[in-house]
């Protein structure tokens, strides 16, 4: 079983950064993709980045490609997501996924754990 815990949110100015972290239990971490997605009031949950096993590989939306970078440390076993030049958009609770498989993937049904959720909030 993985456990997922999210951290790093908050409300910040539109231009502004934050970074999520998302600390996982379970002994195999290193074998699984971990993801980003979001979820705003009213819209459903949408991927934002993806990072393979080894962190050699990475995946992003649209929205977010340039602005946004995940990272991982196996040895920490946390995954980061560093967001930079927030938009208003950006609002929503962002969850941390992890899939077991070694592969990125965008869509959420490929992802076996969910953590709890953090709030983002970009002013504007």
């Known amino acids: 079983q993985v456990q997922l815990v999210e951290s790093g949110g908050g409300l910040v100015q539109a231009g502004g950064s934050l970074r999520l972290s998302c600390a996982a239990s379970?002994?195999?971490?290193?074998?699984?993709?971990m993801a980003w997605f979001r979820q705003a009031p009213g819209k459903e949950r949408e991927f934002v980045a993806a990072i393979s096993s080894g962190g050699g590989r990475t995946s992003y939306a649209d929205s977010v490609k340039g602005r946004f970078t995940i990272s991982r440390d196996n040895a920490k076993n946390t995954v980061y997501l560093q967001m930079n030049s927030l938009k208003p958009e950006d609002t929503a609770v962002y969850y941390c996924?992890?899939?077991?498989?070694?592969?990125?993937?965008?869509?959420?049904?490929?992802?076996?754990?969910w953590g709890q959720g953090t709030q983002v909030t970009v002013s504007s």
């Open positions: 379970g002994p195999t971490f290193n074998n699984y993709a």
């Open positions: 996924a992890v899939r077991r498989g070694s592969a990125v993937s965008s869509y959420s049904s490929r992802y076996d754990y």
